[in-house]
């Protein structure tokens, strides 16, 4: 816990994250008007009561970044979070089996891997509709095969260790041997790697309500918001702007975070 | 199976006009002074330099067959190479272009047709009766599979009689009249020698085919045999294919193209402070509607589509979805046509009354699916935040063009929709006559029905339009085309053209003959 505030990039990072989130969950509350509510002319300048103008439609644009953030900051946060907890739990297993199972896994992840994510989500979307867990199983499927080969990659590392060998031999269950003597220690780096699988699903889920697959007007996205408005942007760049400084600060403050806690982590452990 | 095939080209051809009517609007902007055509058509025509065209088309394929162009670069490569019996006029009425003299019988039943003479085509060769039976036979081929040809449904391809070497005869199916002939034949009724062949087109348009790279650009020289005395002016005529919008209006700015058309409403704010260019604003009769499916509720009940048309604030739409470059409109369509009755009166905004009839017909708290088409999203959303005044939820479902005008496309409870400007028969012949194909409101009056086959055969116009005027009132009481305004088409131009007016069509910039590069660099 004290190490947190001592790393320059962890704090900068937190901060970051912590404001843009902060943006995303409580912006709801703040927003003048609802995502639908058309309320002065379109394309229309900064004026008082708007202070970012309006967007194509005549949409006020402050109230739509205050209501366009959770969407993607939740389904950003539930795709990694997924990503995290079926990749590590595959990963694992595919370890400890070994074998057959391990290079079934291996091979479908490396399959996957070679799939441009931005492609399959896509597909997956155009084929089956774009409901919001729909895309957050998809994402999380494109982040899937960096999660599986870390988690491998870890345990199968873990389980050379003598402890594990000396469990074996007591004759523990494997169960009690994959989560009590496995997984805390593989648990840091794979958090790490959350930081970093946050930052790619944020550019992944912007980038598909930019190609228009994600929330569906005239429900607010910042994604949404810069592809609604990209034609205005030299008349309103505010509608464009905005939401795309959100995202850009959002998926910065996320990987800064990641980093600073990766580094922090080597660091404490080169200090054992 | 042939009704089959021409039902199903027929609809594609709606479909595509429809699509085409979409070019000149876009999301939104801010009103532009019409361009006066006192400042554009300053200085004598000149002839030299070469004009150069950006359009804004996906197909990477590209074609310049002559009857069988699919996109809107196709088609306006088509009004290079290819000249017609008829051509579109200021007004978006049809006057003879390589006919001399076109006449219908008393019951429409027949049309002759004249040929100018001394026509010739690029190569040389005279235009004879056999080339103009042969452009309307191939045009109408099953085998080429033009989705124009359902345009021409009615024509009897097996009876094109040839009176002379100059004159031509036509006759339609049944012995049945067609008075829109010269409306249908002339949008894609190119005219082509008898040895036609698409790789290598040959036309009697105004500029010659000298370059093609599909996807790319085009590059065409002057014909100097055109059948309109000292037209064309330009050497030659280059047409660039743009992906996207910003990258051709960075190149006309740049100077690297000088004509940009239909551009977007969006765009046109950012034009305004450019003086190399100059926006021209053609007040078109296109129009922008939502189409009620007559067949399906709630939509069955009268009561329920006049409370949609009161709740559609028309004047709103005009403003955000069309940015203001439009006019509203009375859920009618055709008001250029001669026969269009003037005298009934604007549909009113009028929620209250839009929340009564609602109520009456026990829909309160109604939810619809709006369907959207491409281009046609920014209406759909203004419509919905207007229809939840009236307690109406309307979720607006944006589809891709392919789903739009895929095999569901007549199932919409609700979509958006709108057409090229047509004269009044030709609209019905795409939307609700009663052989439309592509009649996406389903509607279906017996007197009506009645009306319209009248219509269709009587060439005199004031006859006519009684039996319009009566079919409009139908229409405007009892249809399911919430017609909510005309949308202009924009044209771009560098100040380095001349020539380019404002018209009641789209096709200001696409009229190459009329066309001069001001000063030759």
Redesign the interface.
């Known amino acids: 816990m004290t190490l947190l505030p001592r790393d320059r990039q962890v704090r900068a990072g937190a901060l970051l994250t912590v404001l843009v989130v902060l943006v995303a969950v409580l912006g709801p509350v703040a927003a003048p008007y609802a995502a639908d509510e058309l309320v002065g002319p379109a394309y229309g300048a900064p004026a008082p009561g708007a202070p970012l103008g309006y967007d194509y439609l005549g949409a006020d644009v402050l109230s739509r970044v205050l209501l366009g953030g959770r969407s993607l900051v939740l389904t950003t946060v539930c795709a990694a979070v997924l990503a995290l907890l079926a990749g590590a739990t595959i990963g694992m297993l595919a370890a400890w089996t070994g074998r057959l199972a391990d290079r079934a896994v291996l091979w479908c992840a490396d399959v996957l891997l070679a799939f441009p994510h931005l492609v399959l989500v896509l597909l997956a979307v155009s084929m089956l509709g774009r409901s919001r867990p729909l895309v957050v199983a998809t994402v999380a499927v494109t982040l899937l095969p960096g999660t599986v080969r870390l988690a491998r990659s870890l345990t199968l590392g873990v389980m050379r260790q003598e402890y594990v060998e000396a469990a074996r031999l007591l004759g523990y269950p494997r169960r009690r041997i994959l989560f009590r003597e496995i997984l805390p220690n593989v648990t840091t780096p794979l958090l790490v790697h959350l930081g970093a699988m946050l930052t790619w699903s944020a550019g992944l889920i912007a980038a598909m309500s930019f190609l228009g697959y994600g929330v569906a007007a005239p429900a607010a996205d910042w994604g949404l918001m810069v592809n609604e408005n990209h034609g205005g942007l030299r008349i309103q760049p505010w509608a464009v702007l905005v939401p795309v400084a959100l995202i850009a600060l959002f998926a910065l403050g996320v990987n800064t975070l990641a980093e600073g806690l990766g580094r922090t982590v080597a660091r404490v452990e080169e200090e054992r | 199976m042939n009704s089959q095939i021409t039902r199903r080209g027929f609809l594609g051809g709606a479909v595509l006009l429809g699509g085409a009517a979409l070019v000149g609007c876009?999301?939104?902007?801010?009103r532009q002074q019409a361009a006066s055509p006192g400042t554009l058509q300053d200085g004598t025509p000149r002839r030299g330099g070469r004009l150069r065209l950006g359009v804004v088309d996906g197909d990477r394929a590209g074609t310049l067959d002559a009857h069988k162009p699919l996109t809107i670069g196709s088609i306006i490569r088509g009004f290079a190479v290819y000249s017609k019996l008829w051509e579109w006029n200021a007004e978006m009425n049809w006057s003879p272009a390589l006919a001399e003299e076109t006449e219908a019988n008393a019951d429409a039943t027949t049309w002759t047709v004249r040929l100018r003479q001394g026509l010739e085509f690029h190569n040389g060769k005279t235009i004879t009766a056999d080339d103009v039976i042969f452009s309307a036979r191939r045009l109408t081929d099953p085998a080429l599979g033009s989705p124009w040809a359902a345009l021409l449904f009615t024509l009897d391809r097996e009876r094109i009689d040839k009176v002379d070497e100059r004159t031509v005869r036509f006759h339609f199916k049944d012995g049945k009249g067609f008075v829109p002939f010269p409306d249908t034949f002339t949008n894609f009724g190119a005219i082509v020698p008898v040895d036609y062949d698409p790789a290598k087109p040959v036309g009697a348009g105004p500029y010659k085919l000298k370059e093609f790279t599909p996807g790319q650009r085009s590059l065409f020289t002057r014909f100097e045999n055109y059948f309109k005395d000292g037209q064309p002016y330009a050497d030659e005529l280059e047409i660039i294919d743009f992906q996207d919008?910003?990258s051709r209006i960075a190149a006309l700015q740049a100077g690297q193209i000088s004509l940009a058309n239909g551009i977007?409403a969006?765009?046109v704010?950012?034009l305004q402070g450019d003086p190399r260019v100059s926006v021209v604003v053609s007040q078109t009769s296109n129009w922008q509607s939502f189409d009620l499916n007559l067949s399906k509720e709630p939509f069955r009940d009268e009561r329920v589509r006049e409370a949609f048309r009161l709740l559609t604030d028309r004047k709103?739409l005009v403003?955000?979805?069309l940015?203001g470059h439009g006019r509203v409109a009375n859920d009618l369509y055709s008001p250029q046509d001669p026969t269009f009755d003037r005298s009934i009166a604007q549909r009113p905004y009028d929620v209250e009354r839009a929340k009564a009839l609602l109520k009456a017909a026990g829909q309160e708290n109604l939810q619809v699916e709006l369907v959207s088409g491409e281009g046609g999203?920014?209406a759909a959303?203004?419509f919905?935040?207007q229809a939840?005044k009236a307690g109406v939820t309307v979720t607006?479902?944006?589809v891709d063009a392919a789903t739009f005008n895929g095999p569901r496309r007549l199932d919409w409870t609700m979509s958006t929709g709108g057409l090229l400007t047509e004269s009044f028969l030709s609209s019905a012949l795409h939307l609700d006559a009663p052989v439309s194909a592509a009649n996406k409101t389903h509607f279906s009056d017996p007197r009506f029905t009645e009306l319209f086959e009248q219509a269709i055969t009587q060439p005199d116009v004031a006859r006519r339009a009684e039996l319009v005027h009566e079919m409009q009132r139908i229409q405007h009481a009892k249809g399911g085309l919430v017609i909510w305004g005309f949308n202009d088409a924009l044209d771009a131009v560098s100040t380095g053209v001349g020539g380019v007016v404002p018209e009641h069509t789209q096709f200001a910039t696409w009229r190459f003959e009329k066309l001069w590069v001001k000063e030759t660099t």
């Open positions: 876009a999301p939104d902007a801010q919008e910003a977007g969006d765009q704010r950012l709103e403003e955000r979805a940015s999203d920014a959303l203004v919905a935040a939840k607006v479902k944006k």
